[in-house]
């Protein structure tokens, strides 16, 4: 069995067609015991026997594995919306190429049609209009199938939120008798409960594209990035993801990451790929993907490997590459691995940092809740701070005065000076003046002065050097970035911008780095909407390797603070407690840390399994190392 680690979010109601299904038996499933499941095969499987039960769809619950659905066939005499219906719910089942779908269909447009071309998730699920015959006596009919768009998923399996209406026209014809569908739109229609239980958002993992700046660290071209992709949950899981991870990086990423494997690798024909009994992963490659060197092989095992282990619950414990005929290529075991673990550039975050109510940069060990001043300069309060961030070894910080004016920087050691401000706003009023730093996983520092007359976004290499400062084309005149938080990887920084209306959005960039050491070219590009619901964010924080923890508000509704990936879609996180008034809040991305937030009550801190405990009652702008 495959673990869900990243399942869609649990269900908000049910699908509109919930009661067509139950009472017209549209869905049958097979349900096989677990315990006889465990003793014979450890997966999900049809019965060889048995009775086939229908179950509402309102009784599946979202973690039951053991539950397959499969679509029923047209029946005789079936009008032409009885026929768009049972359609678009025969592709909802777990078939894993829609056989029972196509039956709906004519035979030429079943041989044509491309159900994995696109899925568009509609709010509620698609709703067919009564038939029109075409006009003039043709002869057929026209169903408009309608619904309210929430998000877009591409052929490369990329995820988009999407707004909009979904209209579409599914003509029908007479094909022996008997209304099927002659035209209709490439893709799938799927409603938001369905497409949760359908479908699984897991992590492909590409190597980050650092330009020059990659000379800056040890391994800096073995780097990699999480690329989140959504697959169909049971059919072929193993396949299906190493198929995705051939596929290449999705279309936002790809400026800045690069893959291994050469165009036109694929896995040669006829395998069904899984973990054997230890944990290794087998797989065999077809002449383009197996005509490689030693070092380019090694390389594109780790990606696999790391892939892989993302939708596995099981670890994998070696991935071994060979050619067509077997021919072993290249192996490494997880422990090879440990150099490229996704995420290594995060640290160890051993301390959390505050600012405390003698406004000095203060921090609390990993399992201590009493909070003392860093060593140096920044925690003997001679100047008041506002905001902090600390690199990601935890030997610098950096901190913005109280009045948000100056940006300073100094070692964390025993006898640091201030010195001077690296940086300093002109901006007249605080609130127009310099955000929190925050730190990549290079070492070098972002920050942005939100002066209106010179609005600004601004790296400091190495944290101390002469600021550069970096394009942002997207934009627009009126509009500055109010924070920001970069990953670690340096090629994802998350964007919380100030629109000219006052509103304030969250959106995802692309660190984009060409040119040479000595002139190096950045830009943050294809701005992207992160947490659409929210028409309002406070704060934001990265919390996973794609993942990030978002404090806003919708329309009408009370603040509230939740998980959304980095695709924009809502995570399976658990609903995390309610807390009051938060203007801040961190995390890591090593996800077994705790959160922090900045609250009414003082400075918080969110255990695992725990409700939110009380760290001080003063103090502000709580930070993990970057």
Not at 410 to 415: I, K, Q
Not at 582 to 595: F, H, I, N, Y
Request: charged content about 25%.
């Amino acid at each position: 069995m495959r673990s869900d680690e990243r399942d869609g979010q649990a269900r908000q109601g049910q699908d509109a067609r919930v009661g067509l299904r139950s009472r017209r038996g549209r869905r049958a499933v097979a349900v096989q015991l677990t315990a006889l499941v465990v003793l014979l095969s450890g997966c999900a499987s049809m019965p060889d026997d048995g009775t086939v039960d229908h179950v509402d769809s309102s009784h599946r619950a979202e973690s039951d594995s053991q539950v397959r659905v499969f679509g029923v066939s047209p029946q005789k005499g079936e009008k032409p919306q009885q026929i768009v219906r049972g359609f678009l719910e025969a592709t909802t089942s777990d078939e894993a190429a829609f056989s029972t779908a196509k039956e709906y269909l004519t035979d030429s447009t079943a041989a044509h049609w491309d159900p994995f071309a696109s899925t568009s998730v509609v709010s509620g699920g698609p709703s067919p209009a009564n038939a029109r015959r075409d006009a003039g006596g043709g002869g057929g009919s026209n169903v408009q199938v309608t619904g309210t768009r929430v998000a877009e998923v591409d052929d490369r399996h990329a995820y988009s939120p999407k707004d909009g209406d979904y209209n579409e026209s599914f003509h029908l014809t007479k094909d022996g008798g008997e209304w099927r569908i002659d035209h209709l739109p490439d893709g799938l229609v799927l409603g938001e409960s369905d497409f949760q239980r359908i479908y699984r958002p897991i992590n492909n993992y590409y190597y980050a594209e650092l330009g020059p700046d990659a000379e800056a660290i040890t391994g800096g071209k073995d780097v990699l990035v999480a690329d989140p992709v959504f697959l169909r949950r049971r059919i072929d899981p193993v396949t299906a993801t190493v198929n995705a991870l051939l596929d290449g990086p999705t279309g936002w990423l790809d400026p800045v990451v690069d893959s291994s494997f050469p165009e036109g690798a694929r896995i040669a024909p006829g395998q069904r790929l899984s973990l054997d009994d230890s944990g290794a992963l087998n797989v065999r490659l077809n002449s383009q993907g197996a005509k490689v060197s030693q070092k380019r092989c090694v390389r594109m095992a780790f990606q696999m490997l790391y892939t892989v282990q993302d939708q596995a619950s099981a670890k994998v414990s070696k991935v071994v590459l060979a050619d067509a005929g077997g021919r072993t290529l290249c192996e490494r075991t997880r422990e090879d691995a440990e150099d490229y673990q996704p995420g290594r550039l995060n640290g160890r975050a051993s301390h959390q940092y505050f600012v405390d109510g003698d406004h000095r940069v203060s921090s609390f060990d990993e399992n201590s809740d009493d909070p003392k001043p860093v060593k140096g300069a920044l925690g003997q309060g001679e100047t008041e701070m506002g905001a902090v961030a600390v690199n990601r070894t935890e030997h610098e910080g950096a901190a913005v005065s109280r009045a948000r004016r100056s940006l300073y920087v100094t070692s964390l050691s025993e006898d640091s000076k201030l010195g001077d401000p690296v940086l300093t706003s002109k901006a007249k009023h605080e609130k127009e003046r310099l955000t929190a730093p925050s730190w990549d996983g290079l070492g070098d520092l972002w920050i942005a002065d939100r002066d209106p007359d010179d609005p600004r976004l601004l790296r400091i290499p190495g944290g101390k050097e002469t600021p550069e400062e970096v394009d942002v084309p997207q934009l627009a005149e009126g509009e500055r970035i109010e924070s920001l938080r970069i990953a670690s990887d340096g090629v994802r920084m998350a964007l919380h911008i100030r629109e000219k209306d006052g509103s304030r959005t969250l959106k995802l960039g692309r660190v984009q780095r060409t040119g040479t050491p000595q002139e190096p070219q950045l830009s943050v590009t294809s701005l992207r909407p992160l947490a659409p619901q929210f028409e309002d964010v406070s704060a934001v924080s990265w919390a996973g390797g794609s993942r990030l923890v978002v404090v806003g508000r919708e329309s009408g509704s009370v603040q509230q603070m939740q998980y959304f990936e980095t695709d924009g879609a809502s995570s399976n996180q658990p609903t995390l407690p309610g807390i009051n008034d938060v203007t801040g809040v961190a995390a890591s991305e090593d996800e077994s840390k705790p959160l922090l937030a900045d609250s009414e009550d003082g400075i918080v801190r969110l255990p695992p399994d725990a409700n939110w405990k009380t760290l001080t009652d003063s103090g502000t702008s709580p930070a993990y190392p970057g």
